[in-house]
T-cell receptor, first 110, second 113 residues
Framework: AQRVTQPEKLLSVFKGAPVELKCNYS??????LFWYVQYSRQRLQLLLR??SRESIKGFTADLNKGETSFHLKKPFAQEEDSAMYYC????????????FGTGTSLTVIP | NAGVTQTPKFQVLKTGQSMTLQCAQD?????MYWYRQDPGMGLRLIYY???????DKGEVPNGYNVSRLNKREFSLRLESAAPSQTSVYFC????????????FGEGSRLTVL
């Protein structure tokens, strides 16, 4: 069965420190992995997807099929990064559905 | 170009009352979804519609009904609201066959007393 696990509900880091938000998944086949972000009083929006292999707002995420992980990383956290982050999974085996993790609330301390 | 529009944004109901959440999109997307967002539970899929005229249950469909009125609109109905349905509801869309980006509405905050 498809499953997305985000082990940290809350994460606090100081401004300028590195940040890593963890995401592990279970899926039979080739998944598509995403990170969505929800800033205060804004709608959920796509931050990045593994297939794009790009860096958005300084964030990167690498799909590690061996460890079934898709951790989100940024070398130097900024205050504007404070938000709720959701890891999500989709793929041919999900019938067009997206499965979300429980989310990690990131707070960047000035 | 509004994208995905949900109404109402806020609603308070008494137990047993009914209401409909409306969702409309102008993105010409085939697939539409209703999620609920609860603290510590993340986003859970209630129902989705892969295309006009089709609907399917998601992870938590009990207590809800949906209607895909046309390609643009996908409504979520609570026939007899319960306190357990207090939540923030999100509508989302994407192109059929594309497991890519979901586009979300702003959310509807529902409180059932």
């Amino acid at each position: 069965a498809q499953r997305v696990t985000q082990p940290e509900k809350l994460l606090s880091v100081f401004k300028g420190a590195p940040v890593e938000l963890k995401c592990n998944y279970s899926y039979s086949g080739s998944p598509e992995l995403f990170w969505y972000v929800q800033y205060s009083r804004q709608r959920l929006q796509l931050l990045l997807r593994h297939i794009s292999r790009e860096s958005i707002k300084g964030f990167t995420a690498d799909l590690n099929k061996g460890e079934t992980s898709f951790h989100l990383k940024k070398p130097f956290a900024q205050e504007e990064d404070s938000a709720m982050y959701y890891c999500a999974l989709s793929g041919r085996n999900t019938g067009n559905q997206f499965y979300f993790g429980t989310g990690t609330s990131l707070t960047v301390i000035p | 170009n509004a994208g995905v529009t949900q109404t109402p944004k806020f609603q308070v109901l008494k137990t047993g009352q009914s209401m409909t959440l409306q969702c409309a999109q102008d993105m010409n997307h085939n697939s539409m979804y209703w999620y609920r967002q609860d603290p510590g539970m993340g986003l859970r899929l209630i129902y989705y519609s892969a295309s006009e005229g089709t609907t399917d249950k998601g992870e938590v469909p009990n207590g809800y009904n949906v209607s895909r009125l046309n390609k643009r609109e996908f409504s979520l109905r609570l026939e007899s609201a319960a306190p357990s349905q207090t939540s923030v509801y999100f509508c989302a869309t994407n192109r059929r066959g594309d497991t890519g980006e979901l586009f979300f509405g702003e959310g509807s905050r529902l409180t059932v007393l």
